[in-house]
């Protein structure tokens, strides 16, 4: 019951992150592996308790997403279903041994981005104009990587949307959601086929979750960006220092 509380908990809160400056996973992947589960499973259940919020948010930005070519949109969508499908099979054949081995610095790596995200952006708004606008090989790999481990991804397309040149960030936000559902969707259903879900934490969190991301919108008014900004990094590189303690230990 206890375990029960505190991954309903942590799920809430990520739906509220989520909805207001995103980094939702850095709440509930170490819930999950502080009730005893191993990374692997912990992380595939993880994908799964925040999956729903990226479909809200591509129905909330379906007018922004709409004005995007649609073939191109489609090509993009594509290339985000095969990354995504690329990371999750790259999962299920590391070990939890690899996998604990490399994710204190996915963790750490994710959260720098996810607080020097605004910098990062701007920089490369500056200096990365060369780089090809929606290229397949940049959104493959970063597909990839969320498709492995979803932690930090919504920031971390949003840095290559700005390395394409794109400057409207509802425009970016919402192609962000629709790429991020894209990984989502293939990476949980080869987790599912896989039997790396623990559905009940799985179906629990969900609805928390989404119930959080709906809350989420009120208290985006209330509470200043900054604090939550904090808490997310205070989480995300609290988590990942005990993650890599555990590793050098």
Do not use: C
């Not at 708004?125 to 090809?132: F, H, I, L, P």
Request: positive net charge.
């Amino acid at each position: 019951m206890y375990d029960l509380i505190l991954l309903m908990g942590a799920a809430f809160a990520a739906g509220i992150v989520n909805t207001i400056a995103g980094g939702g996973t850095f709440l509930t992947f170490p819930a999950l592996v502080l009730t005893g589960m191993p990374p692997i499973l912990a992380n595939a259940t993880s994908a799964v308790a925040v999956f729903p919020g990226y479909l809200g948010g591509v129905v909330g930005f379906r007018a922004e997403i709409a004005q995007l070519d649609r073939r191109r949109l489609m090509l993009m969508t594509a290339t985000a279903l095969l990354g995504g499908m690329a990371g999750g099979l790259l999962l299920l054949v590391s070990s939890d041994a690899a996998f604990a081995a490399i994710v204190p610095f996915l963790l750490i790596g994710a959260t720098a981005v996810f607080v020097w995200g605004d910098w990062l952006r701007a920089w490369l708004g500056r200096s990365a104009r060369s780089v090809t606008p929606f290229g397949a090989v940049g959104l493959f790999l970063v597909s990839l990587y969320g498709g492995y481990f979803n932690g930090g991804l919504g920031i971390v397309l949003l840095a290559l949307f700005t390395m394409w040149g794109m400057a409207d960030i509802h425009q970016m936000n919402g192609l962000k959601n629709a790429m991020s559902f894209a990984v989502s969707a293939v990476s949980v259903a080869v987790f599912a086929l896989a039997g790396l879900v623990a559905w009940p934490q799985a179906l629990a969190m969900m609805v928390a979750a989404t119930v959080g991301g709906y809350a989420g919108a009120p208290l985006s008014r209330l509470l200043p960006r900054a604090a939550v900004r904090a808490g997310i990094a205070l989480a995300g590189f609290g988590t990942g220092a005990v993650f890599l303690w555990r590793l050098i230990a």
